[in-house]
Every structure is written in structure tokens, then in C-alpha cells.
């Protein structure tokens, strides 16, 4: 069994940031594939961004050139550092790692980017 456990959501102004993190209980956490995704009210979940153990990185257009995505595999922890936040990335933000055969998802930490 995986167990991701998401912090650093919050509250924040337009044109703000944060950081947030996911750390893995997962062996050979450099094996693994990370993703961020987010799910908006009323929306479906949509992929933010991912990086390979080797450090592959994809982003969605909608974040590219605000979000940096980053991992520690020493500490099994990825993160996403966003910037310029706009009210748009309001999200509940979930981080996943796939295996061969599983999809293991983190309990979401919530982003609300308001004045």
C-alpha cells in the first residue's frame, strides 16, 4: 500500500504563490511517475503537472511558465511551486503515483486563490 499525503494549500491573492508538497511511503519512489492533478467545483479532474524519476517534466498549457514541478527522491516528496496565481487555479489539488498496475492518489489539499 501507497500513502501520499499532500500540504501547503491555502488561501492566497491573485498574483500570489505556494508550494505544495507530496510525500510518498513508496520504495524506489524514483521508479515512479508524479503527477499533480486538480479538480475546480463542477469540473473534472485534470492533469497540472508530472515529472519522471529522471526528471521529465510536462506541464499543462494552462500552468506553463507559473508552475514548477520538482521531486526529492532521497525524500520521496514531489512539489509543486505555483506563481502568478490566478482565481482559475482555485482547485482541490491531488498528487498520484502509477504503477504497473495501480493509480495511488493523495486526500487533496485545497487552493483558493481570492481577494
Known amino acids: 500500500q501507497v500513502q501520499l499525503v499532500e500540504s501547503g494549500g491555502g488561501l492566497v491573492q491573485p498574483g500570489g504563490s505556494l508550494r505544495l508538497s507530496c510525500a510518498a511511503s513508496r520504495k524506489n519512489f524514483i521508479s515512479y511517475v508524479m503527477t499533480w492533478y486538480r479538480q475546480a467545483p463542477g469540473k473534472q479532474r485534470e492533469l497540472v503537472a508530472t515529472?519522471?524519476?529522471?526528471?521529465?517534466?510536462n506541464y499543462a498549457d494552462s500552468v506553463k511558465g507559473r508552475f514548477t514541478i520538482s521531486r526529492d527522491n532521497a525524500k520521496r516528496t514531489v512539489y509543486l511551486e505555483m506563481n502568478s496565481l490566478k482565481p482559475e487555479d482555485t482547485a482541490v489539488y491531488y498528487c498520484n503515483l502509477k504503477t504497473a498496475s495501480n493509480d495511488y492518489w493523495g486526500q487533496g489539499t485545497q487552493v483558493t486563490v481570492s481577494s
Open positions: 515529472i519522471t524519476g529522471g526528471g521529465n517534466i
